[in-house]
């Protein structure tokens, strides 16, 4: 591991990202970490921002077959970029 430190804005470090597994009809939640000064996370589905989920963690609920397989993934920004 190696410490780096900057005189500018970095970009957002994201952690803890995982697969989720569930029995249709349960919810699922995916969770992860961020990290860097002033960062702003958003779920997305797709690659596109998911409406109203601007934390780290996202629940759905009443999982069916029709979203297996949808990738979910935690996009973060700052002044450093996206």
Do not use: K
């Amino acid at each position: 591991m190696v410490l780096i430190v900057s005189d500018s804005p970095v970009l957002p470090q994201i952690s803890g990202l995982a697969d989720v597994t569930v029995v249709e009809g349960d919810d699922a939640t995916f969770s992860a970490r961020h990290r860097a000064a002033d960062s702003c996370p958003a779920m997305a589905r797709r690659r596109v921002d998911i409406p109203g989920a601007s934390g780290a963690s996202i629940t759905l609920t009443n999982a069916s077959y029709s979203r297996d397989g949808h990738v979910f993934s935690l996009v973060a920004s700052n002044t450093a970029g996206r």
